[in-house]
């Protein structure tokens, strides 16, 4: 471009992304006309036809053909906006992205203390927004199972983000350690603090289990060896009538102590020890702050896993297992401590989980929670620990939120319910993630160690499926 | 070979003596295709030994059937005195091979620092500072660069790495697979200068699988030519530039 010559007007961006040529609207209209006619095609089937009863309870089609009019003419339009866009965004030059603000990683340097922060005195919000110990009840449970799916999210991190391993039956595990502690504390008498680390140690030596037999596979493979895996230990469950009475779940269990103190009304129960009025919802707190804490603890130990020669050989075998092997890493045993760490930490959640419900049943362990704890790390962005909390947060607590969206009553009458568009709204994001961040929320992966200044690269400029 | 008098000193003084490595017989098959067809080869200690040959000659494959992946079905492959044609890959790494694979199989998304870090594992890290000053001395663009990305590196720059990460562990043998494969020849020449420094400084022995025949064979003590599967020739280096064969299918208008 001619910019420094006096005579050349200067270009403005404004005149460069200005009207588009009439090549450019032919093509669009052209595209629009395409994707209307298959809308056309497409809605033939699904929408021009509904069949409806008359008197006579006999079936007749009802024609539609003025909602197939506007889902054409919608397709069309959207279409033809969408390539004249993509025309102008191609006909202007080419932008330098601008790297990263330096309020951006400002902001997220303070993310991690104020979400921290938010976690530790989470219990006393809740109370003081709801005005009362027994009005964030609600709250305080919901605290609880985001952070349980933060642990979960966390534990499977391990496996999938950090090694690698695509593992579509974490939930195994979580069932593993719950009916640990049901089994062990109902049959034994044994205490939750005793139980907890028992349930962790069964977790994992099933993780060495599941890991033996696909050490040599990967990606889909493994993904299905795993998904088969979660199965195999829910059916166990449901028809080992004699060990875990079946469908029926075991009941009862034990509640947790604090330390030994029971949350109860009694004499020598929490409250009066402390001298304080009984509330039921001390439970609650105490069931709070252990899984904060039960959480804290799988995040500080992957964070220092990382910078070990452990964690680091698990990334390097996500990245490539041949050269793993030349540099004289044992990927076997690479491989199943991953798997083994991985399942302590689904162990540890399943424990907490069984001494929360008080009960446990095969249902709690279906593949939706696999799936659902999966989609946390893929969503969160793999590998990374502050990510896969904001997906927790957001994957478990807005279809809580869409329970509470009562004025959408109003809006679209009193039948209406929000939350039975949970799976339609939860694909849509989805969908959406995959376009406009593939890699995740937070999508880079941090270096276990940077010698004197960091140097942010974006992962966008590591080749896809390589890095 | 026919005359020992023509071998260069290091081969020379080791005629005698053992080879560090030797491959006896090894056949290598992929299901029922025979990609090795019995293969014999020596490295003794303090040489830089060389194998060229065309494309889908084997090269790779020997290499790779070295540190017994794949595996071989005939033949055996001693180091150092010891059988490692059943041993694991990772066990064969750690007797003190370190291989820089076709490819360069760096770990994309760890940087520099990590990769060089993972090059050290099999050692315990008291050298490691001392080491990584070592390979930064050797490619200084590694240097500016540990903080980056393996994958946003340029390809002369990953095979900087891949070369450094596999002197991170201090081998005794160094094996390379085309450290020169799309590489401009100004750095293939850095690179070439960088191996001949590491055996003449600190004795390293190498075994280097080429497709660039010309300056590989400057650079090597002794050369093989290997074709579909089978070493057809061996000699000295210079022998083997001379040889009208090897002119005639490794050199003619090649890269001078």
């Known amino acids: 471009m001619a910019l420094n010559t006096p005579h050349a007007p200067a ?160 939930v195994a595990f979580y069932a593993v350690g719950a009916y640990s502690y049901a089994l062990l504390s109902t049959t034994f008498g044994w205490s939750f603090w005793l139980c907890l680390p028992l349930a962790g140690i069964l977790a994992a030596f099933w993780g060495i289990i599941l890991g033996f037999p696909v050490l040599r596979l990967r990606g889909d493979y493994l993904a299905i060896v795993t998904l088969a895996f979660g199965e195999i230990i829910r059916l166990v469950l449901i028809n080992w009538v004699d060990l875990t009475n079946g469908g029926a779940g075991i009941s009862s269990i034990p509640r947790v102590t604090f330390f030994g103190v029971p949350f109860d009304s009694s004499e020598d129960g ?164 995959m376009v406009w961040r593939p890699r995740g929320l937070v999508g880079h992966r941090e270096p276990s160690i940077v010698l004197t200044e960091r140097k942010a690269i974006a992962g966008s400029l590591v080749k896809e499926g390589h890095g | 070979m026919s005359d020992a008098a023509t071998m260069p000193a290091p081969a020379q003084a080791t005629a005698g003596r053992t080879p560090l490595l030797s491959v006896r017989g090894v056949k290598t098959y992929y299901g029922n295709i025979i990609a090795l067809k019995g293969v014999d080869l020596d490295v003794h200690e303090g040489e830089i030994v060389t194998m060229i040959g065309a494309n889908g000659a084997g090269k790779s494959t020997l290499m790779m059937t070295i540190f017994g992946n794949p595996r071989c079905r005939q033949g055996t492959i001693t180091y150092g005195g010891r059988d490692i044609t059943q041993m694991p890959t990772h066990e064969i790494a750690r007797l003190g091979i370190a291989q820089s694979p076709e490819g360069r199989r760096i770990f994309p998304r760890m940087t520099v620092f990590e990769n060089l870090q993972m090059g050290a594992s099999i050692k315990d890290f008291t050298h490691f500072d001392e080491d990584l000053e070592r390979v930064c001395t050797m490619f200084p663009r590694l240097k500016e660069r540990l903080n980056q990305r393996g994958g946003t590196l340029s390809g002369g720059e990953q095979q900087m790495l891949a070369i450094a990460r596999a002197l991170m562990s201090r081998p005794r043998l160094l094996l390379l697979d085309e450290p020169s494969l799309g590489l401009a020849p100004l750095v293939v020449k850095q690179i070439f200068n960088v191996i001949r420094e590491l055996n003449e400084r600190d004795g390293m022995t190498v075994f280097l699988v080429e497709q660039n025949a010309y300056h590989a064979l400057k650079l090597a003590h002794r050369g093989y030519v290997m074709v579909t599967g089978s070493i057809t020739l061996q000699g000295t280096g210079k022998e083997l530039l001379e040889n009208p064969q090897v002119r005639a299918a490794y050199l003619e208008g090649g890269a001078h």
């Open chain 1, 270 to 433: 929490f409250a009066s020890l402390f001298g304080i009025p009984f509330s039921p919802m001390h439970r609650m707190v105490f069931l709070y702050y252990l899984i904060l804490v039960l959480a804290l603890i799988t995040n500080l130990v992957t964070i220092r896993l990382r910078r070990l020669p452990v964690g680091r050989a698990w990334e390097a075998l996500r990245e490539d297992e041949i050269a793993c092997r030349s540099l004289g890493i044992n990927t076997r045993n690479t491989k199943l401590t991953a798997f083994a760490i991985g399942a302590m930490f689904g162990g540890f959640a399943g424990s907490f989980f069984a001494v929360r419900q008080g009960f446990v049943s095969p249902e709690s362990f279906n593949f939706l929670e696999s799936a659902i704890i999966l989609s946390i790390v893929v969503l969160g962005g793999m590998g990374s620990q502050v990510g896969v909390a904001i997906a927790a947060v957001l994957m478990v607590g807005a279809p809580e939120l869409l329970r509470n969206l009562d004025f959408l009553k109003q809006v679209f009458g009193a039948g209406f319910d929000p939350n039975e568009y949970r799976l339609l709204i939860f694909g849509l994001a989805m969908v959406a993630m």
């Open chain 1, 11 to 170: 270009i403005t961006a404004a005149e460069v992304t200005a009207p588009a040529t009439g090549a450019q609207i032919a093509a669009a209209l052209r595209e629009a006309g395409i994707a209307a006619l298959l809308t056309l095609g497409l809605s033939i089937p699904i929408l021009a036809f509904k069949t409806e009863q008359d008197q006579a309870n006999a079936l007749y089609l009802q024609p539609r053909w003025g909602m197939v009019a506007a889902a054409c003419a919608l397709i069309f339009a959207l279409r033809f906006a969408l390539c004249l866009r993509a025309a102008r965004r191609a006909a202007a030059p080419a932008r330098p992205k601008a790297p990263a603000s330096p309020a951006l990683q400002k902001l997220f340097g303070i993310a991690v203390p104020l979400f921290l922060g938010v976690a530790v005195t989470y219990p006393m919000l809740a109370t003081l927004a709801s005005g009362g110990l027994g009005g964030a009840r609600y709250w305080i449970d919901l605290g609880i199972l985001i952070l349980t799916y933060v642990m979960l999210g966390w534990g499977l991190n391990i496996v999938v983000g950090l090694a690698g391993l695509l593992d579509l039956g974490y």
